[in-house]
C-alpha cells in the first residue's frame, strides 16, 4: 500500500510564490515518473510537469519559466515551486507517482489526495 502526502497550497496574492511538496511512503520498490497536475473548477484535470527518476523534465507551456519541478530520490519526494503566480492558476494539484511495490509487477499510478492552490487578483 502506498500513501502521499501533498502540503504547501494555500492563498496567495497574485505575483507572489508557493512550494508543493508531495511525500510518497508504503510498500515502494522503486518510483519512476513524478508530477503534479491540476484542476481547476468546472475544467478537465491537465498536466502541470512531471520529472522522471533520471531528471528530465516537462512542463505545461503556460507555466514554464514560472513553475520549477524537482525530486528527492532519497525520500521519495516531489516539489513544485511556483513563481509569479496567476489567477489562472488557482485549483486543485494533484501529485501523481508511477511506482513499483515489487520487481514482479508492472509499475501503476497513483493519486494523492490533491491541494488547493488559490491565487487572487
Known amino acids: 500500500q502506498v500513501r502521499l502526502v501533498e502540503s504547501g497550497g494555500g492563498l496567495v496574492q497574485a505575483g507572489g510564490s508557493l512550494r508543493l511538496s508531495c511525500a510518497a511512503s508504503g510498500s515502494i520498490f522503486s518510483i519512476g515518473t513524478m508530477g503534479w497536475y491540476r484542476q481547476a473548477p468546472g475544467k478537465q484535470r491537465e498536466l502541470v510537469a512531471t520529472?522522471?527518476?533520471?531528471?528530465?523534465?516537462n512542463y505545461l507551456d503556460s507555466v514554464k519559466g514560472r513553475f520549477t519541478i524537482s525530486r528527492d530520490n532519497a525520500k521519495n519526494t516531489v516539489f513544485l515551486q511556483m513563481n509569479s503566480l496567476k489567477p489562472e492558476d488557482t485549483g486543485a494539484y494533484y501529485c501523481?507517482?508511477?511506482?513499483?511495490?515489487?520487481?514482479?509487477?508492472?509499475?501503476?499510478?497513483?493519486w494523492g489526495q490533491g491541494t488547493q492552490v488559490t491565487v487572487s487578483s
Open positions: 520529472i522522471t527518476n533520471s531528471g528530465s523534465t
Open positions: 501523481k507517482v508511477t511506482y513499483m511495490s515489487t520487481p514482479l509487477y508492472a509499475p501503476r499510478d497513483y
